[in-house]
């Protein structure tokens, strides 16, 4: 293999040819090394960890916000993430100061 070759990425259809491959063995993992398989809700608490690239300025512009609500990046992105996908199904988020406006226009319960 040439060097050339070393770095040429595969086409799809070499992919495709290696996973369709029948030497491909995966179950000779032994069974105190496999992966654990999760309940549900452990699960959900799994963090997974993305790479995004961001232009200098919006990145600048995400850490000022963080910084000003007190909370750290990460929280901030998951939290916007949550308000768009709500969004997408349909869901109608509201922002905290909406929450607070209505909980304050609830009349005070009375006690006999």
Excluded: C, F
């Amino acid at each position: 293999m040439t060097k050339q070759q070393h770095y040429l990425a595969p086409t799809p259809e070499q992919v495709d040819a290696l996973m369709d491959a029948t030497d491909l063995i995966w179950d000779d993992v032994p069974e105190d090394e496999a992966p654990p398989v999760l309940t549900e809700d452990e699960a959900s608490k799994v963090m997974v960890v993305r790479s995004v690239r961001l232009p200098v300025d919006l990145d600048k512009r995400i850490n000022a916000e963080a910084d000003a609500r007190g909370v750290t990046r990460s929280d901030l992105l998951r939290d916007w993430a949550s308000i768009q996908l709500a969004e997408l199904s349909e869901d109608q988020p509201i922002s905290r100061a909406d929450a607070l406006r209505a909980l304050a226009s609830i009349p005070p319960r009375r006690t006999a």
